[in-house]
């Protein structure tokens, strides 16, 4: 199965994690999911598990 899409560790205490699309480009939208989930104080943990959740949707919207 061809890669989609994947949740990528940044290591940047306001930004844990991004979600890129299979040419590495991070989506915009769930990028701005998760400045609101930092803005909100938010534990990377939960980044870390919504971001597993919107890969899965990618994944199975982008035919995955």
């Given at each position: 199965m ?63």
């Amino acid at each position: 199965m061809p890669l989609r899409g994947s949740l990528e560790v940044t290591g940047d205490l306001f930004e844990p994690y991004r979600l890129v699309d299979a040419d590495g480009v991070v989506l915009v939208r769930a990028a701005a999911y998760f400045r609101e989930l930092a803005a909100c104080g938010r534990p990377a943990a939960t980044h870390r598990s919504y971001g597993d959740g919107l890969a899965a949707l990618v994944a199975v919207h982008l035919g995955g």
